[in-house]
């Protein structure tokens, strides 16, 4: 074959395998593999409130809670909408587990585009929330169902691309973002048939649903992170609890000094952060009340963990927003340090609360919430 007669049967082949990859491009960013998503994955997640949200009608709803695992264990969410319905107005909970700050505000974008007349949100998060910008490249996953398009602009901030990593490919791509969820419908079609019907028919029933865990941490040794990822674990809540441990141990060993972060020297990045969050929650305000509420830390997290100085760090960024108005703070952060039968009590692992827990937070929250939200407003 001749240079010139194989270019005249090559280059038009290699144009339709661009114009299709574009066209499929296009579908993806629109959501056309949302019907088909793995339900329990990143995306699945976010596609299953959407949903749930288009089942009981966005227009309906008053008021939303956002926020990550902490929040969808630690607050009991049929209460909350309970306590709304007794003032007239519907309280929607679009918690999602892994859910930090670029995908809080996709989800808080998508509901006030779905219903501009939002009264109010209540972000549940907490101190550790606040150091970084980002959370990782999972957090696309959650994000893009929530995004019309695709925003390169707004992926990029919270993920910086990185050609050597693979999931930050996603940024500037649909079919790279959903390429495993592809793979693993095509080699497991049946399974993911099953997954689906699964959570078909659920309805309205995610925008209030909480999970509760009766187990408690009490068992394992956390009087220090070392102690903890020494254990021998006898059970299976004893095991997840250990393998956080022994995941923190590097952060422990060295631990980050933030008591002086906006002095010269400081890590510079916690500036960028102030600045984002900041502006992220006056655009958030636009009018709406906006409640935040930092959930309960382990004190073993706070103290061996966390930089030093990091509640100062987050009550300081927040405190101008409080001062002018435009959130009101609710901090729960130690909310169990003096718990009478111990702190343990009231989580089921380093992070989560249990349904004791969940009971005890829910009760001093929805006073609040009532008066911060619900009173004073003119329901339509």
């Known amino acids: 074959m001749f240079p010139s007669e194989f270019f005249r049967w090559f280059v038009p082949r290699v144009l339709i395998v661009c114009a299709l990859l574009g066209a499929a491009e ?36 008053n008021f939303v809670t956002l926020g990550d695992s902490r929040a969808v264990y630690g607050i009991e969410h049929r209460q909350v909408a309970a306590a709304a319905n007794a003032a007239g107005y519907n309280h929607a909970n679009l918690a999602l587990a892994g859910m930090h700050w670029l995908s809080t505000m996709a989800a808080a974008d998508w509901i006030i585009e ?15 929330n606040f150091s970084y910008i980002g959370n990782g490249a999972y957090e696309l996953g959650i994000a893009a169902p929530f995004v019309r398009g695709w925003d390169i602009e707004r992926f990029n901030r919270s993920v910086p691309f990185d050609r050597n990593d693979v999931g930050t490919y996603g940024v500037y791509s649909a079919l790279f973002q959903y390429r495993d969820d592809i793979q693993n419908l095509f ?6 048939f099953k997954e689906r019907a699964v959570y078909a028919g659920q309805g309205a029933a995610p925008l209030t649903f909480s999970v509760k865990v009766a187990a408690n941490s009490c068992t394992v040794p956390l009087s220090s992170v070392q102690a903890c990822a020494e254990y021998e674990p006898k059970s299976e809540d004893e095991r ?9 141990q590097p952060s422990a060993k060295g631990q980050l000094d933030w008591r ?16 984002v ?14 409640m935040v509420v930092l959930m309960p830390v382990p004190k073993l997290w706070r103290e061996q963990i966390a930089p030093m100085g990091t509640e100062e760090y987050v009550l300081e960024l927040l405190a101008p927003l409080v001062a ?5 703070l609710h901090d729960f952060t130690r909310f169990f340090d003096r718990a009478d039968a111990g702190e343990c009590s009231a989580f089921w692992d380093l992070y989560h609360q249990n349904a004791s827990g969940q009971e005890r937070l829910t009760a001093a929250l929805l006073p609040l919430i009532r008066r911060g939200l619900y009173d004073n407003q003119k329901h339509k």
């Open 240 to 248: 997840t609890i250990v393998a956080q441990c022994k995941a923190q």
């Open 187 to 192: 080699k497991e079609p049946i399974r993911r």
């Open 26 to 61: 296009l579908l993806f960013r629109a959501g056309a593999w949302e019907p088909l998503v793995k339900p329990e994955s990143n995306a699945g997640q976010a596609v299953r409130l959407k949903r749930a949200v288009e089942a009981f009608g966005a227009d309906k709803i």
């Open 114 to 128: 779905q219903n501009p007349h939002i009264k109010g949100m209540l972000i549940a998060t907490n101190i550790t």
């Open 260 to 275: 002086d972060w906006a002095t010269i020297g400081a890590p510079p990045h916690l500036a960028n952060v102030v600045s």
């Open 324 to 328: 002018d108005g435009t959130i009101v």
């Open 277 to 290: 969050r900041q502006r992220e929650l006056r655009r958030l305000a636009g009018g709406r009340k906006v």
